[in-house]
């Protein structure tokens, strides 16, 4: 017998590993925060003597969830202007509401709110991008999840920093202080093709291959941004960012919903990674990214639900849902996007697309224990045939039961361990009454 | 004082009335069955003296949802076969499943499996079309869950009758045993174009005409059923239909992916219906339906999920929340398809569709008191700015806490009262282990 932290049981495993396995009746064992070995129940109770035992006879247990691109912070602004095209929803709602409220205090309080939302709906690791990445990196090291914190750039001067010079300073201290982690990366994080412009994309391009950084970027996510870059330089931003260098296996290209044949062939040859944020991309009429002619051209695709503001949550099991849909829809075909391939894109894609195959995605040996078990007792579950297909199309977040990161117990029969929801929601409701009130004041002054 | 049945005090009411207000602190009364009033709760505190007065401090009480096609039994089959082109799903999977399962038994527990989740997702109307409709009729009398029940006919042969002849005794007979029941409405269901010929829908549409019964069809699912018709008969399915008089305000036309404008002119001149199911067209990548086009030739749009089998779920709030998501996208607009108008397709269209109009979709006085509550206090639901908003682009099924018909409460702090959990979940273990049997002899047998 062999000593050891926690044994899970579950009434299926399912460890995202190659062939798609669903394991009957298996058991993970852990030991200092990592994955011991996967193995059949009857095994594990002969082989491990563990401090901790765990059953979960009506779970599936699966890899953590991995939500490649979100603003987490922005949970503070959930519903706040909904239906609205683009740049009305940008110009006249988030961007005010955005100088109007930008503090340390505002993202450690939106991080709180969304930090627990993706615990309870089984996300382990996210990529973030958002002002004040301290804040944010501080607080996900505290609460144990674990978290990409992006290093943002920008041409133009917000509150975080007044110049390009300035933002790529700030981001290498803060790339600094957190080298050693164990739980928290800091991808470069420019925001879009856009608003970054040659001078310091070159600079990042040689620093995060200097030291192996991902680069987390919004590209192609309207037909207007490419339209308006065409006009403007001759070339579609994609091609602009190759010609710079950035295309690459460290880029995680984030929407991607106006592709082209020479887009694809571009994407799959240089390596680079695409995130899909479908519920964003429907709710703001971007387009459709084109996710299975991805994944057959050989490009790895990952999953994000993009900020609460344009989806309104940040729920990665809805997210799968959604991406199945809509990917068989856009490809014309029922057999696209299947079940498997869509948790892939929610696991190990993702962990692939932000340089952290060794670290998560998968239920494997010598991985971090980053888990989640997912209750199929309840009757919207009933009956069950295929565990992988009911967790993409009739799962909801509530199945969520527990959470693991690192082998640390996040998440306790739906309980947080190391959030306070009633503190939580009592800042928020505090959030909610001010931004209601000045809301109110601009809607009225706008009229 | 006067007295009543029930109070209920919401924090909000949305009654889906013209305007679309959502009214703060308000209550609904309700005496015998029917909405009284609906009026703050300052006043009917002194107004009204109720034997039974609930609190909903954190809710937001709307109509009950009206899931405008089903095939409820189907439940059954969740998951049993998926991520396959329509066909092959169809002619290797779920037509010999029906075939070998088909019985009053299987009827009777998928739709008892079916109440119950469509309960606890908050509908409280659904208008059905199955075999065996006398034992889904009876059941939902029992549970006390509102429902139209779906006269089938087909030409062909089934367990349910031999020939069109029969099909239609059969329904009158049903027709005749239901019609004044004050829950049970018996549409007639012919399954679809392909599967009906003109001979029984003339005699049909005399009948539906005569008796001014809704007429509840499969039309223009997918590019193949409008394709194949217009190479037999010369005409698209709409049009064929239009001349054997069923285009009218009694017809609901379900799916109606493939739309021109001819299609859709027809269909606003006529006053017919159509029941949009975003999930299972995206899911079978049969086409999108072109909804707010739909909506701004004036035609009356309502919400289904379809069967679970192309879904795989019941789930309403869902459905609403992908209908005004893949609306967008389809309409490149992302003011298309708002949360008040997603809402609107989910109760007051359905009832319009249905004939029901005079009886529930809307809280209003003398309507039967088909309610439900949405809990806001989740996490996942807060910061609350627009409660609507919330509902279709926030809420998840288990925000759904208590449901009433026609005044009777059969959900509670998300427990069914009339219907048992723990014996539903008996029974269908039981299909759940002969059905995986049976489907692990056939996939043996293919290979």
């Keep these: 017998m062999q000593n050891i932290d926690t044994l899970i049981h579950g009434r299926w495993v399912i460890p995202v590993t190659p062939g798609d396995p669903v394991l009957d009746h298996h058991s993970i064992a852990i030991h200092d925060g990592r994955i011991v070995e996967v193995l059949p129940t009857v095994d594990a109770r002969k082989r491990y003597n563990a401090q901790v035992e765990n059953h979960y006879p009506h779970h599936a247990l699966i890899p953590g969830l991995i939500n490649a691109h979100t603003h987490a912070a922005m949970s503070l602004f959930r519903g706040m202007a909904d239906d609205l095209p683009l740049m009305d929803w940008l110009s006249n709602h988030i961007w005010p509401a955005e100088t109007r409220w930008m503090s340390e205090e505002f993202v450690h309080d939106g991080s709180e709110l969304a930090m627990a939302e993706m615990l309870r709906s089984g996300t382990t690791c996210f990529n973030d991008m958002y002002f004040f990445p301290d804040v944010t990196a501080r607080l996900a090291r505290k609460v144990g999840i674990r978290a990409c914190i992006g290093l943002i750039v920008l041409d133009f001067p917000t509150i975080w920093a007044s110049s390009a010079d300035e933002y790529i300073d700030k981001a290498l201290q803060l790339r600094d ?95 680079a990674h695409v995130v899909h944020c479908p519920e964003s991309n429907l709710k703001l009429a971007s387009g459709y990214c084109p996710v299975q002619k991805l994944l057959d051209a050989g490009v790895n695709v990952a999953l994000g639900t ?47 697309a932000l340089g952290l195959e060794t670290v998560t995605g998968s239920l494997e040996k010598n991985k971090f224990a980053d888990i989640v078990a997912i209750d199929f007792s309840a009757l ?62 601009n809607a009225n002054e706008r009229k």
Tied chains: 1, 2.
Excluded: C
């Design 380 to 441: 919207e579950m009933q009956p069950v045939y295929h565990p992988v297909s009911h967790l993409v199309y009739s799962a909801s977040r509530e199945q969520v039961s527990d959470v693991w990161v690192a082998g640390k117990h996040l998440l306790k029969e739906r309980a947080l361990t190391t959030l306070d929801e009633q503190k939580i929601l009592q800042k928020v409701r505090v959030w909610n009454e001010k931004i209601t009130r000045q809301e109110t004041e």
């Design 306 to 352: 993009d900020g609460t503001a344009s989806n309104n949550d940040l729920n990665m099991i809805g997210e799968m849902n959604t991406a199945a849909l809509i990917g068989k829809a856009v490809a014309s075909n029922a057999s696209a996007l299947n079940a498997s391939q869509t948790l892939r894109m929610a696991t190990i894609n993702g962990a692939r």
């Design 177 to 271: 202080q957190y080298r050693s982690d164990a739980l928290i990366r800091t991808p470069f994080a420019p925001h879009a093709p856009y608003t970054v412009s040659d001078a310091p994309l070159e600079k990042l391009r040689v620093l995060a291959d200097e030291m192996d950084l991902p680069v987390h970027m919004h590209i192609h996510e309207t037909a207007h941004e490419v339209n308006e870059a065409v006009k403007l330089t001759g070339i579609r931003p994609l091609q602009r960012l190759a010609n710079l260098g950035l295309v690459s296996p460290n880029l995680l290209a984030v929407h991607m919903t106006q592709l082209n044949d020479d887009d694809i062939a571009l994407l799959a040859r240089s390596g």
